[in-house]
């Protein structure tokens, strides 16, 4: 009996030895306590590396590597592993991974690989991988790949993979993947992927998608840049789609009512119409597709004559003189009543260059035509593909033409 003690006894202060010697620190399969030095590992519970431990307010550690549970707060100096599970904040003094879990906050101060989640912020270093999600904000300090989903904001300086925020997403240099943002995605440097926002993206240069409710701005894009109002880049290599306003150095595909695209074309138009329209338009845009908007009178309008027109038009360019046009248009006779004239038409339009400024083309359009109003049946064609007249509503389809001459800046 002796001799089996013995034994045991020796083998329990070899496995303590062993454990001793594999890690920097002492050594507790377990620890329990309400705080520090209130708990089994005593004082110097700070130097201690636990398999697991259950703390009922503070936990205090250097390592842990398998579970931490702390009431209040888990402060892990160095390295933790596993599941960190705290009410209130887990904070790991370099190195994380596994899954922390905190009532406010997760704060790693050097890098976090896994789930982050917590009620408010999420907070970690370089090199971060996997998951956060904050009910306010999450932030990175250097590169992070993954998932970062907030009610708020998501900070990361390096940035690879995907951001969702019910406000705001930044990431720096070197960015990759997909932003929604419900009111503005910011990158410091060039994005490839997709940015989404509510009101505003902005970037360096640009590889993919912005789709903004009003704003993108980009230095050099390479794919499509969409805004409900505004597009603003310096070199486009692809298409700019915005409700009003194109603004570019160069680009080939505007298409917008207005494109100030500096290596593309901007002139005034006065074009005339079957129905009786003379309008002055403002046509811009780049080698293929520019803008229309302009303002005018109709002739044969019985009380408001007052015309205004808005469209889009493609270029197809046959030689350096000739070029075949085709527009897109809608057209409001009567603009400042009560019950206009609405005109929508597809022209088809070949236009010949003369010189240097002047462009002159015309040719046939294809128009459906509608009023609320019966007061201006005169100004519906006679000669007609379609008609849909009642006595609440005028409406029909027809062959019509238009011609025009422009001066280009």
Not at 33 to 45: C, D
Request: charge should be neutral; include cysteine; hydrophobic fraction near 40%.
């Amino acid at each position: 009996m002796k001799k089996t003690l013995f034994f045991l006894s020796f083998a329990l202060l070899a496995c303590g030895s062993a454990s001793a010697q594999k890690h920097d620190s002492p050594y507790a399969a377990f620890s329990f306590g309400l705080l520090a030095p209130l708990n089994t590992n005593g004082a110097q519970a700070g130097e201690y590396t636990n398999g697991a431990s259950v703390n009922l307010l503070i936990g205090t550690s250097k390592n842990e590597e398998n579970l931490v549970v702390s009431g209040l707060c888990s402060i892990v100096s160095d390295r933790a592993a596993g599941v960190q599970i705290a009410g209130i904040s887990n904070y790991i003094g370099h190195k994380g991974r596994g899954v922390a879990l905190a009532g406010l906050t997760n704060i790693t101060r050097k890098s976090y690989k896994g789930l982050q989640l917590s009620g408010m912020v999420n907070r970690s270093g370089e090199h971060s991988r996997g998951v956060m999600v904050g009910g306010l904000g999450n932030g990175t300090t250097g590169r992070f790949s993954g998932l970062q989903f907030t009610g708020m904001c998501n900070i990361a300086d390096g940035f690879k993979g995907m951001q969702f925020s019910g406000l705001v997403n930044y990431s720096g240099d070197d960015s990759k993947g997909v932003m929604f943002g419900g009111l503005s995605n910011s990158t410091k440097g060039s994005f490839k992927g997709v940015q989404f926002a509510g009101l505003l993206n902005t970037a360096g240069n640009v590889k993919g998608i912005q789709f903004a409710g009003l704003l993108n701005t980009a230095k050099d894009v390479k794919g499509l840049q969409f805004a409900g109002l505004v597009n603003v880049a310096e070199e486009v290599k692809g298409v700019q789609f915005a409700v009003l306003v194109n603004v570019a150095e160069e680009s080939d595909f505007p298409i917008g009512i207005v494109n100030i695209i500096e290596e593309g074309e901007k002139g005034i138009a006065l074009t005339y119409d079957m129905l009786g329209n003379a309008v002055v338009s403002f046509r811009s845009g780049g080698k293929y597709t520019y803008g229309i908007l302009g303002v005018g009178y109709n002739h044969k309008a019985g009380g408001n004559g007052i015309t205004t027109e808005a469209g889009y038009g493609i270029h197809i360019p046959v030689c350096k003189w000739f070029e075949l046009n085709n527009e897109f248009k809608a057209t409001t006779i009567g603009a400042s009543s009560s019950l206009p004239v609405l005109n929508f038409g597809y022209l088809f339009a070949p236009s010949f260059r003369i010189g240097k400024h002047y462009n002159l083309f015309g040719g046939v359009s294809f128009n459906y035509m509608m009023s609320q109003g019966t007061d201006d049946i005169d100004l519906f064609p006679e000669n007609h593909l379609w008609t849909g007249h009642t006595d609440k509503i005028l409406q029909q389809t027809y062959i019509g033409y238009q011609a025009g001459l422009q001066f280009i800046f």
